[in-house]
């Protein structure tokens, strides 16, 4: 019998390894909104990393200015700006705004908010430098910035400058909701910030982090979610059918682009990059990714700087100007010169799944005109593209995230710029850089935005795809919630449940 | 004694084959860092390598290290810069009541199927040999979105994603447990069958035991001890290696923290997980040794 | 064992003739016909992109192969060395041995195969050797279980005490004893190492993204499990043929005279 007492012991022991859950369900008496999307905010602090941008899209933070629907810039925490002779600027604030622990927002709060942050996170810097503010009033504010900009109003729409109030119990902010409990990238409890104009009438919004697309879209359909926040298309079918359910696409701010790698053979020869431009059929592309619409200029669609002529599609006219490069078809069908196939690596990475997808669709039209392509995954692909370690990358990128043109041309196409991925030094370019760094009337930057558009195109540098769509869905409870804005401001003051 | 110091010059060993073997993986962290924030340049590189310390010599980060640890300190995270022992233990419970749980569950059942396959075959045999061949070909990713699409997106039985942690483990645990039950049941029975061959088998059955009967009082240590073969490797990923289930279940656990930190080149974290994880196989490896001295009190010839 | 191993064979020679020969362009783009059902055509029907599951399967063949193969090979290999090694030794060195490979096994897959990767650079080769590495561990202390269970056999003690050195014992019964259960468990290993590549491939491992493996395959087409589960089930299909030729070829089922009497076999 020893050795049935032996086996009785070692039973309990395992079963002693059974986790011991427990934990009833808090119910909340007040409205609660569920919400699952892919970030959470890491910290609450402005000065740390991205934490600026995730605030503002939780509905926490607010800048000063900040970009509507349409991609116009307009006010929010401040009421007016205006230059000074000497390439400073006054801010005007409103004069009725609360941080979340009831104070007022003065300009004393204001400027050293401003200071600090500009100080303490590079990303706060990258468009004007420094900022050196001194509150002149209760409302107004004197700002200088370390390098001189003609467009202060969207440096300040810029994520990182969001305006937080420092306090024992950490920083406090100015948007609809205020932070009641945290756990970084993981949860997020919010509840109507009580000194926001209609407080009453906004749910606590309960914000989760699920990671995985297809997860996050079997939630929604189990209704543990009332808005879930960027589904991938492959659900969309599944999510549509169910009557319980809203599912609402909205074109965003970012484009899906194809950087080409000038510094070498082939693409250094701007016929090739040309015709590699006129090759790809994007309507194919919005097919194989379902959603979006095809690009037509470095910005998308609703942007008064956005080029508008269609790109052409012409696999003819390609073939002709690869032939006068010199890369003719061979016997087998590839494209060779001197004995050298036409041979070209194609990069995406993970983490946009739609530029996975798109890789072999590219693959395939480039094959049709005679080139070979090698599609390649990184999972760094900032670190792929600045070692120029590829010929074609694909790359998803927010052209104009504080409604600024000049941000994209800055980041990207001037020749000392980090991410100069295609290594072009095109005069025409920094010229019109360097007009967009003085030039303050929106016409003008409008006018300067498509000259340097015209440029691309001819230079071709980068080929702009798809203009993506995004899907969120949405319970019967926030059935009126309209999503725009891309992924910069989730959470609104417009967030309100449908009774 | 002799035994705990052997293990600790593993451990050791262990750690500093890894502490390089980090080292030599490409990608650094400071680059990454600031490419999540969307910066670069040489300058802001350099600033955030001191920041980091990656800057010093290999010897240096090292002896920072270890120093830290005879304070008990495990550091920050290059990614957050957050302290790594908070974090750890707020996220260990989630991997461990995971991995931990589906491997007590698929043992149970596995057993369960093991004798009832061994004793009378037929349906238990053949689920027993059904969840064996899936466990070997079925992506865990598969079964997790299948799980959560028939319990919660179809019949919305539990809450997988946002309810209580009790129902937030339920699928994962059954998913771990899906994977481990066919391991468990194929030796349960295989050993028993062995035991049927055994001529003291033989003399249980002339003593009027039935066969059923039989398997249990003569097999059943013997199918413990193979339980616990096949255990304790896999008492390696209990935690730390659940990181798919974590990723479809949005469970904030260890595992998916770790892939993050992979991603990030987070060495603090990584150095922290390894140790973590090293003790607790060490412990469970010296259990699960004594179990089994305990059960089969033999003697090996060369030890 | 001749007849199955033919069977292997013959399905390696199947996988060999599908990898130079398909019914349709594997990369060919018809975003028409995407996701259309089997037809005569198509025998396997389309993917998402209109491509050809059966010619995309059939060119997978070769490259899912090369990574099972390099991976069985050497992590069967340093496994059963290791493994072996180990009780015989005995004492500290025993100890000291199993106690690393139970550390290795908390080592990240993902870890082991980004370094690797650095070290030797990207191919499905790399991938088949960082996987072998990463499943010794495995195979070495299940190995050791097979042997420590047979070493307490009473034989053993009389081998000892006969005055075989311990290499000659290890060689002349310890392996002969280990063997088939040990291949038993490499044959169900077959099927793991092609899943677990599915989750490498798609970290960049797979030197040509769009040249299709089946863990690749599997990786690629999960979002489509509730909407299309053909086009997962496919390729978990071929791993299952694949995985039961080898389990075949590597003989599980013994006859039952035949069967030797050990008492604790592993899994």
């Known amino acids: 019998m020893k050795g049935l007492s032996r086996r009785r012991a070692l039973l309990v022991v395992i079963g002693s390894l059974l986790p011991l859950v427990g934990g009833a369900a808090v119910h909340a008496q007040e409205t609660r909104v569920t919400v699952g999307q892919t970030f959470i905010a890491e910290s609450l602090d402005p000065t740390e990393g991205s934490a600026g941008w995730a605030l503002t899209s939780h509905g926490v933070a607010e800048t000063l200015f900040t970009v509507d629907r349409h991609g116009e810039i307009v006010p929010r925490l401040a009421e007016s700006i205006e230059p000074r002779d000497d390439g400073s600027w006054v801010l005007t604030l409103r004069a009725d705004r609360r941080f979340s622990d009831g104070t007022p927002v003065t300009a004393a709060e204001v400027a050293a908010a401003l200071t600090r942050v500009t100080d303490l996170n590079p990303a706060a810097r990258a468009s004007a430098g420094r900022l050196h503010a001194t509150a002149l009033s209760d409302h107004e504010l004197l700002i200088t910035s370390e390098r001189p900009t003609p467009v202060m109003a969207s440096v300040l729409a810029e994520w990182p400058l969001a305006i937080a109030r420092l306090t024992e119990r950490g920083p406090v902010f100015t948007g609809p909701f205020a932070v009641a409990e945290f756990e970084p990238g993981i949860r997020l409890l919010l509840v109507p910030n009580p000194y926001f104009p209609d407080a009453v009438r906004r749910p606590a919004v309960d914000l989760r982090r699920i990671a995985d697309g297809q997860a996050l879209a079997l939630g929604l359909k189990a209704g543990e979610f009332d808005l879930a926040f960027n589904l991938p298309s492959e659900a969309l079918g599944l999510l549509r059918a169910d009557p319980a359910l809203i599912v609402k696409s909205f074109p965003v701010g970012y484009q899906y682009m194809m950087w080409l790698n000038t510094r070498g053979e082939p693409l250094a020869d701007v016929r090739v990059r040309r015709a590699l431009a006129l090759a790809i059929d994007r309507d194919e592309l919005v097919k194989a990714i379902r959603a979006g619409r095809p690009s037509r200029s470095a910005y998308a669609d609703y942007f008064a700087f956005a080029g508008e002529a269609s790109p052409p599609h012409d696999p003819a006219a390609a073939a002709r100007l690869l032939d006068e490069a010199g890369w003719r078809v061979g016997p087998d069908g590839r494209r060779a010169r001197d004995g050298a196939p036409l041979t070209l690596s194609l990069w995406a990475y993970p983490q946009r799944p739609d530029l996975v997808t798109m890789q072999p669709v590219l693959k395939a039209q480039l094959a049709a005109l005679g080139i070979a392509v090698e599609t390649r995954l990184t999972e760094e692909p900032t670190s792929t593209a600045r070692a120029a370690a590829f010929d074609l990358m694909l790359w998803a990128q927010h052209t104009a995230p504080a409604g600024d043109p000049a941000f994209f041309l800055r980041l990207f196409l001037s020749p000392d710029a980090a991410n100069n991925f295609a290594g072009i030094d095109e005069p025409r370019l920094s010229k019109v850089l360097d007009r967009l760094g003085e030039a303050g009337e929106p016409a003008a930057r409008v006018a300067l935005a498509k000259e340097a558009q015209a440029v691309i195109a001819e230079t071709v540098p980068v080929v702009f795809l798809v203009t993506p769509e995004w899907h969120v869905g949405l319970s019967r409870r926030l059935a009126g919630y309209e999503p725009w804005g891309s992924d910069y401001y989730v959470i609104r003051e417009d967030l309100t449940v449908t009774r | ?303 | 064992m001749p007849t199955r191993g033919c069977l292997a064979a013959f399905v390696v020679l199947l996988a060999g003739l599908a990898t130079c020969w398909q019914p349709h362009d594997p990369h060919a783009i018809d975003l028409e016909r995407a996701l259309a059902g089997p037809s005569l055509l198509h025998p396997l029907g389309t993917d998402h992109l209109g491509r050809d599951l059966a010619s995309r399967l059939a060119v997978g063949a070769g490259r899912t192969l090369l990574v099972a193969g390099t991976a069985l090979g050497l992590g069967a290999l340093l496994g059963l060395a290791l493994g072996l090694a180990a009780p015989v030794l005995g004492g500290g060195a025993r100890r000291l041995l199993l106690d690393l490979a139970s550390l290795l096994l908390v080592l990240p897959r993902l870890l082991l195969a980004l370094a690797l990767t650095a070290l030797f650079g990207l191919a499905p080769i790399t991938a088949g050797l960082s996987l072998g590495l990463a499943t010794t561990a495995h195979h070495t202390l299940l190995t050791a279980a097979l042997a420590d269970a047979v070493l307490r056999e009473p034989y053993w003690l009389a081998a000892r005490s006969l005055g075989s050195g311990r290499l000659a014992c290890a060689r002349r019964h310890l392996l002969p004893a280990v063997r088939p259960a040990f291949l038993t468990h490499l044959g169900t290993e077959a099927a793991r190492i092609v899943v677990a590549y599915s989750e490498l491939t798609f970290i960049g491992l797979g030197a040509d993204s769009s040249a299709p493996d089946w863990g690749t395959m599997i990786w690629d087409y999960r979002l489509y499990l509730l909407e299309s589960p053909r086009l997962t089930l496919a390729p978990l299909m071929a791993i299952a043929v694949l995985a039961l030729a080898l389990h075949l070829a590597f003989d599980p089922v013994e006859p039952r005279g035949r069967r030797p009497a050990r008492r604790f076999p592993g899994p």
Request: glycine share 12%; hydrophobic share 55%.
């Open chain 2, 1 to 303: 004694m002799f035994r705990a110091v052997v293990a600790g010059v593993g451990l050791a060993a262990f750690l500093l084959a890894a502490f390089l073997l980090l080292r030599i993986m490409p990608g650094d962290p400071a680059e990454l860092r600031l490419q999540r924030q969307d910066l670069g340049g040489a300058q802001l590189r350099v600033e955030m390598q001191q920041r980091l310390g990656t800057d010093q010599a290999l010897a240096e980060q090292l002896s920072v290290w270890i120093k830290g640890l005879l304070r008990g300190d495990l550091g920050r995270s290059f990614a957050s810069d957050r302290p790594l022992a908070a974090e750890l233990t707020r996220r260990l419970p989630w991997s461990f009541a995971v991995g931990m749980g589906g491997l007590a569950l698929g043992a149970m059942i596995g057993i369960v199927l093991g004798f009832a396959s061994a004793a009378r075959g037929g349906t238990a045999a053949l689920a027993g040999r059904a969840f064996a061949v899936a466990g070997q070909i079925l992506p865990s990713f598969g079964v997790a979105v299948v799980l959560l699409w028939l319990l919660a997106g179809h019949w919305q039985l539990v809450r997988p994603l946002t309810g209580p942690p009790a129902e937030r483990l339920l699928l994962p645990v059954l998913v771990v447990a899906f994977f481990a039950v066919g391991g468990f049941a194929r030796v349960v029975t295989r050993t028993l069958q062995q035991v049927e061959q055994a001529p003291f088998f033989t003399a249980a059955l002339t003593k009027g035991l039935g066969r059923s009967q039989a398997l249990r009082r003569h097999g059943g240590g013997h199918a413990m001890l193979a339980v616990l073969a096949v255990l304790t490797p896999q008492l390696g990923w209990a935690i730390g290696g659940t990181a798919v289930v974590e990723l479809v279940f949005g469970l904030p656990g260890l595992s998916v923290f770790v892939v993050e930190g992979l991603r990030n080149r987070d060495y603090p974290l990584l150095q922290a997980f390894l140790l973590i994880a090293g003790l607790w196989i060490l412990l469970a490896r010296g259990f699960v040794s004594m179990l089994v001295a305990w059960l089969d009190p033999r003697p090996r010839p060369f030890e």
